[in-house]
């Protein structure tokens, strides 16, 4: 049997059962990168995709720019705020504030192991805090009636034990909480920068699948290292739900198959051209909305587009020419022209080497 035949099996046997489809497929919250346009962006390429935001502090949001923290675009649903806090009066005004705002779920960062985080005690130091994030669950739940999640590691530092991942799990799933987010390695608070932290800690995914044997009730999601479409469809054989990160980032062409394999419902797009053709119309809305309408507003957006043609002739051009700073003040369209030109160009050039 294919690996697409397995994948539309799962999802008819799935739906069969009645079984809850909104965290079949996440894409990570990431720091820096998954912000409102990276999100449309990815939206562009799945439409029953969960997306999440970057991990927003409950003192940010507090005390800051909220609007600047919360804005988002409508066509991003189903998408899910991420906190970093640990105090639970702070959490549950947060969680009120994602729900006014418009958020599908609120979901509570107990894996970045970062020293920043740490010092703000939270994050996966939290997981040694098991009853304190338990309270913070509580908290947000009492105020609000969107999802509350959490999104944790299997163990930190050299603890390896499947207990310590259940007992934390078991204690904060007793305050309500219904969906955890697994990330599959160990979280080592000292020694190793997040990259590493994401690299080094050895993956195992069987402590994941043996906390949905052990709470079947819950909604599982599993973490790390997960790239390919029957990486995922081999998960979903075990848990509920799978979250990509890098990979959905680096590689976002990839995303455009999972509706129709992971969903069962309609690809949104056929071409990467019309994927691009709709990203420049967002781009050049975000240009006209800014302050005079200047065009420099659209590089940051940018940025997380630029592996649209990973993998095809002439994506290195495209990009070259997407980043060349030299043309961040140019119109949009003017700067997507010259990229689709260097990247025929390229290709023509290939072809032509071949047949030659």
């Given at each position: 049997m294919s690996g697409i035949d397995e994948s539309n099996?799962?999802?008819?046997?799935?739906?069969?059962?009645g079984l809850d489809k909104s965290w079949r497929l996440c894409v990570a919250p990431?720091?820096?990168?998954?912000?409102?346009?990276?999100?449309?962006?990815?939206?562009?390429l799945t439409r029953h995709t969960r997306l999440y935001t970057e991990m927003v502090t409950t003192g940010a949001l507090i005390h800051g720019d909220r609007p600047r923290h919360l804005d988002f675009n409508a066509e991003e649903h189903p998408v899910?705020?991420?906190?970093?806090?640990?105090?639970?009066?702070?959490?549950?005004?947060?969680?009120?504030?994602?729900q006014d705002w418009g958020y599908d779920e609120v979901n509570l960062?107990?894996?970045?192991?970062?020293?920043?985080?740490?010092?703000?005690?939270?994050g996966a130091c939290l997981m040694n805090e098991a009853s304190l994030v338990a309270d913070g669950v509580k908290a947000m739940r009492d105020v609000v009636d969107i999802p509350v999640t959490v999104k944790n590691r299997i163990g930190i530092d050299r603890v390896e034990s499947y207990e310590f991942v259940r007992d934390f799990v078991g204690t904060v799933a007793?305050?309500?909480?219904?969906?955890?987010?697994?990330?599959?390695?160990?979280?080592?608070?000292?020694?190793?920068?997040?990259?590493?932290?994401r690299e080094i800690p050895p993956l195992r995914y069987e402590l994941v699948y043996q906390l949905k044997r052990e709470f079947p009730d819950l909604t599982i999601v599993i973490n790390g290292g997960i790239q390919t479409e029957e990486d995922i469809a081999l998960h979903l054989s075990h848990v509920d739900g799978v979250m990509v990160g890098r990979h959905a980032y680096h590689e976002p062409w990839a995303m455009s198959r999972w509706d129709s394999r992971f969903f069962g419902m309609a690809d949104p797009l056929a071409s990467r051209e019309e994927a691009e053709t709709q990203w420049l119309a967002y781009l050049e809305r975000h240009v006209a909305t800014q302050t005079g309408g200047h065009p420099n507003t659209w590089p940051q957006a940018m940025r997380h587009a630029l592996g649209l043609w990973n993998g095809s002739a002439g994506a290195r051009r495209w990009?070259?020419?997407?980043?060349?700073?030299?043309?961040?003040?140019?119109?949009?369209a003017k700067v997507a022209a010259l990229a689709t030109a260097a990247r025929q160009e390229t290709r023509r050039l290939l072809a032509e080497s071949v047949s030659a």
């Open positions: 099996d799962l999802f008819e046997s799935d739906m069969n059962k990431m720091m820096d990168w998954t912000d409102r346009h990276c999100r449309y962006f990815h939206r562009l899910a705020l991420q906190l970093g806090g640990s105090e639970a009066a702070d959490l549950a005004q947060c969680a009120k504030l994602a960062n107990c894996g970045c192991p970062s020293e920043r985080v740490q010092r703000g005690a939270f007793e305050a309500g909480c219904e969906v955890f987010i697994v990330h599959a390695r160990n979280a080592w608070l000292q020694g190793l920068s997040p990259k590493e932290n990009r070259q020419v997407w980043s060349d700073h030299k043309l961040k003040l140019e119109p949009p």
